[in-house]
């Protein structure tokens, strides 16, 4: 697909909508000069201006006007008052893709025309470094033409996925919570280091560089993670003497359970 003559429009330029921009940009999918961005907060767009070379403006319609995609990158509690403001511009050939957590499709389609073609996108903070997971839904009247637009864009910033909407509380609470359920075992792993004898800094690049090796290994090989395991484990060696010390103590029910905790607080939400 090819992406460099479409126009696209940010509407929130928090850390995952900056985020996207600047994917965007440093991938070279679509030109910086046809990204346009809009906001409230006059000064963290002019900087985007100067950076990166995209037009931005304080005007949500004037985003709309110019772009032939849309993305909503707004809180949830103030998206609808969004979609109100710029809905009589939204016409049949400009495609909206939302990434406000827990607003479904039925509910962004309420406030648009019937025909308005929409997809809902779960990304996640690791956008920040172009290494984001991201669930891709399309709407009733999205054409695959449409989702495969929506695949590049979130690719341009990791890895994306095609999921069925009844799926996406299950995708927040793996994917979306996710990194925060990393960055404490990046941190215990650093402190047995420390333990051990090494400098913080030096503990903490290596938890950080182990997870990050690790998570590429299983994207890389496709092999199962516990065949994965099994390459490192040795008879009577140090390997198994740790993971038998995580076994003992339900290290990996607790994080099945916060997965599960998660996307049942999603579904609270979304009621």
Known sequence: MNLKNKK?????????????????????????????????YDVALEKMRTELGINVSSDNNYTVNNADIIILAVKPQIIKRVLKSIKDNITSEKLIISIAAGVSLQDIAKELAPETRIIRVMPNIAATVSEAASAVCP?????????????????????????????????TGLSGSGPAYIFPVIEAMADGGVYEGLDRESALLLAAQTVLGAAKMVIKYHEHPGQLKDMVTSPGGTTIRGLRELEERGVRAAFMNAVIASANRSRELGE
């Open 8 to 40: 696209l429009g940010i509407i929130g330029t928090g850390k995952m909508g900056s985020s996207l921009i600047k994917g965007l940009c440093n991938s070279g999918i679509i030109l910086p000069s046809n990204i346009y961005a809009s906001d409230v």
């Open 139 to 171: 709407g009733q009247n999205a054409s695959m033409e449409d989702t495969e637009i929506t695949l590049e864009i979130f690719g341009s910033v990791g890895s994306a996925i095609i999921v069925q909407e009844k799926l996406m509380d299950a995708v």
